[in-house]
């Protein structure tokens, strides 16, 4: 997998059989990462409760952006994030492009509600149908409520139908 932290530099692996493989297929561009939860543990294919996850290193909005070697058919994304800490809601914007990334489309907004220990995993599974994407981008609100929360993405998968 080839990385770059916005503002700064590039970096690497894995996927499952009818999902493509984000790792040989794309740029993954992100605002910030903690060190020990890279983005890459979004995409190792490790899903559930306690599976590795992506934490972002600062509070605050972030966005994690799939750049495609070349554009791409996507039918389905499907999306989990695990909080076991903190009561929040956290909101996703899916969206993409096919012009390269210079404008973008979007195809979903939704909030995962978190409220430890009840209720700490959020999965969904969205079909959207893209024909020539060339950019897939999701931007995280980690708290509606402006507590200053760190983004976190246990799982982003992709599959072609």
């Known amino acids: 997998?080839?990385?770059?932290?916005?503002?700064?530099?590039?970096?690497?692996?894995?996927?499952?059989?009818?999902?493509?493989?984000?790792?040989?297929?794309?740029?993954?561009?992100?605002?910030?990462?903690?060190?020990?939860?890279?983005?890459?543990?979004?995409?190792?294919?490790?899903?559930?409760?306690?599976?590795?996850?992506?934490?972002?290193?600062?509070?605050?909005?972030?966005?994690?952006?799939?750049?495609?070697?070349?554009?791409?058919?996507?039918?389905?994304?499907?999306?989990?994030?695990?909080?076991?800490?903190?009561s929040r809601t956290q909101e996703l914007q899916l969206a993409v492009s096919r012009d390269g990334g210079r404008g973008y489309q979007e195809l979903v907004r939704q909030e995962f509600n978190f409220s430890p220990p009840n209720t700490t995993l959020e999965r969904e599974d969205w079909a959207i149908a893209g024909e020539a994407i060339t950019h897939l981008r999701l931007w995280i609100k980690p708290d509606k409520g402006g507590r200053p929360c760190r983004a976190t993405l246990t799982s982003l998968a992709l599959k072609p139908e």
Do not use: C, Y
């Not at 791409?72 to 076991?84: A, M």
């Open 1 to 86: 997998m080839r990385k770059q932290i916005l503002g700064s530099d590039p970096a690497a692996p894995v996927s499952s059989h009818d999902e493509l493989d984000v790792a040989s297929l794309a740029t993954v561009m992100i605002t910030s990462e903690s060190p020990e939860h890279p983005v890459e543990n979004t995409f190792d294919g490790h899903r559930g409760s306690g599976a590795s996850r992506w934490i972002a290193a600062t509070p605050g909005e972030q966005t994690l952006i799939l750049a495609f070697d070349v554009p791409q058919r996507i039918g389905r994304v499907l999306v989990e994030v695990e909080e076991t800490q903190d």
